[in-house]
Structure formats: C-alpha cells, structure tokens
C-alpha cells in the first residue's frame, strides 16, 4: 500500500528538507505537508505554500540507472504531474525544466535535489502543486493559478497525492528499464512546440529539441547551443 510509506505531516518548514531525512532508514518514500514555513525554489528563490492550499509533497527514489540518465527526472516529474492533472481533466504546458502551466499562469513547481555515488545514489522530487486558490488572492510575485480555478469537480488533496506517486513511480520504473525516450517523448507532446522563440540569458532563437541527457537546445543565428540549467523565457510578439 502506497500509504504506508507517506508521512504526513501538519506543518514543516520544506518537505524536501524533511524527507531528506528518511534517505537512510527508508522509513518513508513520501514526505507530504498541509503548508510549508520556508518552502523552497530553485535558486533561492521560495515557494509560496499556504495552509490546504497546495499539495506539498518530496518522494524520494532511488534509481538504478546511471545519474547523468538520472539528469532527466525533472522532465519526468513534470510528465507525471501533466498525467495527474490530465485525469483530472486538466490539459497543462510544460516549460523547461521545471514549470507546469496553463496559459502563461504557474499551475506547480519541481525541485530535484540529487545526492550520492555515481553506483548508488537518490534524489528528492519535490513538487507544489497549487490546488485551491489562496483566499487572499495571489501575491503580486507569483504568477499562479489553482486546480479549483480549473476543475469543476472538488479536488482530494491525499488522492491527487496517491495518483502522483504512482506516476512518478511508474515513470522512473520505465527510465531505469527503457531509458529516456518515452519520458522525453511524453515531455515534448506537452512542452514548447518545436521552432518556437526562447531566450536564455544572452542566448536567443528557436527551440530545437532536447539532448539525450534532457538539456535544451537553442538553435542560434551562430549555431546550436545546449542549455543545461537556468531559466527559459519565451520571447512573443517577433
Ligand atoms: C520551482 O522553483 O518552481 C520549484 C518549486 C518546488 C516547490 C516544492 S513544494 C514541495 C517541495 N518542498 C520544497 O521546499 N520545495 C518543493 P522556481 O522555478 O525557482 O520557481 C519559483 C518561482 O515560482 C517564484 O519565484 C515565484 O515567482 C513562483 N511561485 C512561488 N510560489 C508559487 C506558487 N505556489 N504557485 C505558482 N508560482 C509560484
């Protein structure tokens, strides 16, 4: 049973930081939290985690595949968190690497968080995923939207947990056995359309793809380049 294995919790500061802590005893695969204190990003930045407003979830895996294969789980994680929402009758965009959205609104963040020996190693996922829209509205700096704005049915916090653990779990069973085709494959149906305009950093032209190891590639007026981190903005109007 799936729900032997979930801790849930009240409160806590991040369940990233939380489940990190059942890594060794394997106690837990699944730290999930009515509401963070700190909840974080990527790069410092914060995830804004409201009591019932979100499901605030880190499963931990422990692939046995190799870690720069393990390089595509935050596309794997945002396949799943696409699948869940789709039962749900909810069509999202993915955006490399890391966001689920609808239209140009944040629907749930991804943060993976790696550690260990190249044999033998583990990751975080964390993922927030909005599911009520917070009752004093959205603050100015974040740009989200919620499952209820998009859902006629009422949502069930703990079933959407269920059927996200399944679908991740289902997705790293066919990342260690089959590689990362189908993942980028799922990806790719959901994200960018192919030739659209990116920008990232200095670097701007049409998206082209992925690699094998699940970077993004940028085709430039100076040739391909490869994007392996940071964020990706889609330039409109040109
Ligand atoms: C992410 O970072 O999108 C990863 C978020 C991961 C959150 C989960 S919750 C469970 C687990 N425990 C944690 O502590 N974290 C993970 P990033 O790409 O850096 O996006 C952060 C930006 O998204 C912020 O700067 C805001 O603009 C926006 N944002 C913050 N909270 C949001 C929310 N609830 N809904 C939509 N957008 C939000």
């Known amino acids: 049973m799936v729900d032997d294995t979930i801790l849930w919790l009240d409160a806590c500061q991040s369940t990233n930081d939380e489940a990190a802590k059942y890594i060794r005893n394997r106690q837990y695969t699944t730290v999930v939290a009515?509401?963070?204190?700190?909840?974080?990003?990527?790069l410092g930045r914060t995830w804004h985690s409201p009591a019932g407003c979100g499901l605030y979830l880190s499963h931990i895996v422990f692939p046995k595949c190799s870690q720069q294969i393990g390089?595509?789980?935050?596309?794997?994680a945002g396949v799943a968190v696409a699948e869940t929402c789709e039962a749900l009758g909810v069509n999202v965009e993915l955006k490399w690497p890391n966001d689920v959205l609808v239209g140009d609104k944040k629907l749930a963040g991804i943060?993976?968080?790696?550690?260990?020996?190249?044999?033998?190693?583990?990751?975080i996922i964390g993922i927030g995923l909005n599911l009520k829209t917070p009752s004093s509205g959205w603050p100015e700096d974040v740009p989200g939207v919620a499952l209820d704005a998009l859902c006629d049915a009422p949502v069930d916090p703990r079933s959407v947990a269920r059927t996200l653990i399944r679908r991740l779990d289902d997705r790293i069973r066919a990342l260690e056995n089959e590689g990362t085709a189908s993942i980028f494959d799922a990806w790719m149906t959901r994200g960018l359309a192919l030739g659209t305009r990116i920008r990232r950093g200095e670097l701007e032209g049409q998206f082209a793809g992925l690699t094998s190891e699940g970077a993004l590639r940028i085709q430039t007026t100076h040739?391909?380049?490869t994007v392996h981190a940071?964020?990706?903005h889609v330039v409109r109007g040109e």
């Open 230 to 232: 940071g964020d990706v």
């Open 71 to 76: 390089g595509a789980i935050p596309l794997l």
């Open 111 to 123: 943060l993976c968080e790696a550690q260990g020996l190249p044999s033998q190693w583990n990751a």
């Open 34 to 42: 009515h509401y963070q204190t700190r909840g974080r990003g990527r």
């Open 223 to 225: 040739g391909m380049e």
